[in-house]
T-cell receptor, first 114, second 113 residues
Framework: DQQVKQNSPSLSVQEGRISILNCDYT??????FLWYKKYPAEGPTFLIS?????DKNEDGRFTVFLNKSAKHLSLHIVPSQPGDSAVYFC?????????????FGKGTSLLVTP | DGGITQSPKYLFRKEGQNVTLSCEQN?????MYWYRQDPGQGLRLIYY???????QKGDIAEGYSVSREKKESFPLTVTSAQKNPTAFYLC????????????FGSGTRLTVV
């Protein structure tokens, strides 16, 4: 059962515009959320995270918003650059005996066109 | 430089054979994880280990086995019982079972021929 959902498999955005990647989760026990960026044939790299006690976290061009009541988070990239083209995974973590293993969404492939 | 090393990058296996994927980290991380990536499936957890000599099954452990004899190493064996082993395998580690996100290796592409 997919507990972290990224319903848009792909997104295409023009360079300089805003990219918005969405993520929904079903487990209310999740209390930490992360975004990873992945290029083909490489491991994911950590991008940005947010704790459930916050509703926004910003790091340069990247901002993550969390709406706990809606169980929804989004990643905003402004301005988008061609180098941002990659697959973006949303992940969630919960405090439990499961060792804080991350639950990943299926990913959204972002294409930033010149 | 600290990091996670997965080897080999590409691996071919004949049907019915077991194969072991290597994962080594020099980050002094306690926790290590194995994920599998299939097209359109995201990353699914196979096994994880919080400390040496301890490991737990993830969501799709059937057909896989692991060991954690050393803190630095967490090899994954894909057995002949795994019905669909062709996939991209990712190893990750984290400093502890706390909040910090994972560091991932560069992955191993396993193909059954």
């Amino acid at each position: 059962d997919q507990q972290v959902k990224q319903n848009s498999p792909s997104l295409s955005v023009q360079e300089g515009r805003i990219s918005i990647l969405n993520c929904d989760y079903t487990n209310s026990m999740f209390d930490y959320f992360l975004w990873y960026k992945k290029y083909p044939a490489e491991g994911p790299t950590f991008l940005i995270s947010i704790s459930s006690i916050k509703d926004k976290n910003e790091d340069g061009r990247f901002t993550v918003f969390l709406n706990k009541s809606a169980k929804h988070l989004s990643l905003h990239i402004v301005p988008s650059q061609p180098g941002d083209s990659a697959v973006y995974f949303c992940a969630a973590q919960r405090a439990s005996n499961s060792g804080y293993a991350l639950n990943f969404g299926k990913g959204t492939s972002l294409l930033v066109t010149p | 430089d600290g990091g996670i090393t997965q080897s080999p990058k590409y691996l071919f296996r004949k049907e019915g054979q077991n194969v072991t994927l290597s994962c080594e980290q020099n980050l002094n991380h306690d926790a290590m994880y194995w994920y599998r990536q299939d097209p359109g499936q995201g990353l699914r957890l196979i096994y994880y280990s919080q400390i040496v000599n301890d490991f737990q099954k993830g969501d799709i452990a059937e057909g896989y086995s692991v060991s954690r004899e050393k803190k630095e190493s967490f090899p994954l064996t894909v057995t002949s019982a795994q019905k669909n082993p062709t996939a991209f395998y990712l190893c990750a580690s984290s400093i502890d079972i706390g909040r910090i996100g994972y560091t991932f290796g560069s992955g191993t592409r396993l193909t059954v021929v």
